[in-house]
């Protein structure tokens, strides 16, 4: 079925556990019943999709911008797989032209990757030429995205030849003010021990990747309520990025060790409290619509499937967009996915929706 309804969803929603009717209609929910609504599923497990909350609709094999037609394709290929929210953690080329589009997800944007020369993927960000030009650079993204910004904390140092932190500590406690007075948020691309107590004493809002957490640093983002994006999938790439970096075998033995510690680091993340957030790093070392291979990660490492799942969607969603703990209310966009089984027994569920709804309107697959 297609079209714009009325319809009717009934079901057990996913964040209660408890039976729900809802009513589509003009591309929001209705708890009252609306007439004429014809049923569009009776017996499922209905929540509100999914989300990842690390993702590049914008960035594709090589880690180079794409053109409009493939980034369409790639938010249909994250839609298709339950998505129907994600952060957008830095591209380099212009998406907006997606909101306006039927049928895809809602994204929220963090601008372009900041970072400073020869540390970074070349072309994703704005030349800077030194870390003073930061606190600027940063507002500008925070008008740029949809209440965040993307910051590169390390990348390899060529001369060192090993990660390096790119930014002073007295320059990142000024452009995470910056970016906070525009009233956008702050993350950070982060493998290493060494650039995560700056970022967090200067009061960054999330993490990303996080390998190189120790006990002092996830004591420190708990107490703060940092949060953490782990994107577990893309750290599996992490011995194949040390292979190809043979002219700098300290670089490549620290990526390797960072990966070795990965799973007990995660593990410890996750029992001290820290919220942690799916996200699966789509782009340019990620396919995407990988979302359930980083929840089973995710599970595996400590979060259960039920704590994994609301990781990757409602817990999130209110993370991202302050939407209530059940985001499937009265007046709300009547965004949802159905699945035949319950998925927070059995994450295997969710590579299979019976049904993806975006504004009202079923997408099947590949529309
Ligand atoms: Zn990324």
Not at 58 to 85: H, K, N, W
Not at 228 to 249: E, M, Y
Not at 265 to 272: G, S
Request: proline share 7%; with cysteine; charged share 20%.
């Amino acid at each position: 079925m297609t079209g714009a309804g009325p319809w009717r969803v009934r079901g057990i929603g996913l964040v209660t556990g408890e039976p729900v009717d809802l009513y589509l209609s003009g591309g929001t929910i209705s708890l009252d019943p609306v007439p004429g609504a014809t049923d569009l599923s009776t017996d499922g497990f209905v929540g509100p999709g999914l989300v990842d909350a690390h993702c590049h609709v914008g960035i594709g094999p090589g880690s180079v911008g794409v053109d409009a037609a493939t980034a369409r394709e790639q938010a249909r290929t994250e839609r298709d797989a339950g998505v129907l929210l994600l952060r957008d953690a830095g591209v380099p080329v212009d998406t907006r032209f997606l909101d306006d589009e039927p049928g895809m997800p809602r994204i929220i944007r963090a601008g372009r990757h900041l970072a400073l020369p020869k540390r970074y993927l070349r072309g994703l960000g704005p030349a800077l030429d030194d870390e003073s030009q930061l606190p600027d650079a940063v507002a500008e993204q925070a008008r740029r995205g949809d209440g965040w910004v993307k910051l590169v904390g390390d990348w390899i140092d060529r001369d060192r030849g090993d990660l390096a932190p790119l930014w002073s500590a007295e320059i990142l406690t000024e452009a995470i003010a910056r970016a906070h007075a525009e009233g956008a948020r702050v993350t950070a691309h982060v493998f290493s021990a060494e650039a995560l107590p700056d970022l967090l004493d200067a009061g960054i809002d999330c993490i990303e990747h996080g390998t190189g957490l120790t006990d002092t640093t996830i004591a420190q983002m708990a107490r703060q309520k940092v949060a953490l994006v782990p994107t577990s999938i893309n750290i599996a790439n992490f011995p194949s990025i040390a292979d190809g970096a043979d002219r700098f075998p300290v670089y490549a033995a620290h990526m390797r060790d960072l990966h070795a510690r990965w799973p007990t680091t995660l593990a410890a993340a996750i029992e001290a409290g820290i919220d942690v957030y799916a996200g699966t790093d789509a782009g340019g070392f990620v396919a995407h619509g990988r979302i359930v291979d980083e929840l089973d990660d995710l599970a595996a490492a400590g979060m259960g499937t039920a704590g994994a799942l609301a990781a990757g969607s409602w817990r999130a969603r209110r993370w991202l967009t302050g939407s209530p703990e059940d985001p499937l209310v009265d007046g709300a966009p009547a965004d949802l996915v159905v699945y035949p089984a319950d998925p927070r027994t059995d994450l295997a569920v969710l590579r299979t929706p019976s049904m993806v709804v975006l504004g009202g309107r079923p997408q099947p697959p590949g529309s």
